[in-house]
Nanobody
C-alpha cells in the first residue's frame, strides 16, 4: 500500500507565494509521472503541473511562468512552488503519482488527500 501525503496548503493574499510538497511512502517499486491537479466545488479536477521521472515538465497554461514543479526521486517527493498567486488559483490541490507494483506491471494513479489553497484579493 502506497500513500501520498501533501503539505503546505494555506491562505495567502494575491501576489503572494506558497510551496506545496507531497511525499509518497509505503511499498514503492516504481514511480513514473508525479504532479498536481486542482479542483474547485462543482468543477472537474484539472491538471496544474506534471513531471516525469526524467524531469520533463508540463504546465497548465494558466500557471505557466508562475508555478514550478520539481521532484526529488531519492525522497519520492514532488513539490509545487507557486508565486504571483491569484484569487482564481484558490482550490483544493491534489498530488498524484503513477505507480507500478513491479517492473513488469502497468502504472496506476495514486492520489493524495488534497490540501486547500486560498488566495484572497
Amino acid at each position: 500500500q502506497v500513500q501520498l501525503v501533501e503539505s503546505g496548503g494555506s491562505s495567502v493574499q494575491a501576489g503572494g507565494s506558497l510551496s506545496l510538497s507531497c511525499v509518497a511512502s509505503g511499498n514503492i517499486v516504481r514511480i513514473g509521472s508525479m504532479g498536481w491537479y486542482r479542483q474547485t466545488p462543482g468543477k472537474k479536477r484539472d491538471l496544474v503541473a506534471s513531471i516525469t521521472s526524467g524531469g520533463s515538465v508540463n504546465y497548465a497554461d494558466s500557471v505557466k511562468g508562475r508555478f514550478t514543479v520539481s521532484r526529488d526521486n531519492a525522497k519520492n517527493t514532488v513539490y509545487l512552488q507557486m508565486t504571483s498567486l491569484k484569487p482564481e488559483d484558490t482550490a483544493v490541490y491534489y498530488c498524484y503519482a503513477g505507480l507500478a507494483p513491479s517492473y513488469s506491471s502497468t502504472f496506476y494513479t495514486q492520489w493524495g488527500q488534497g490540501t486547500q489553497v486560498t488566495v484572497s484579493s
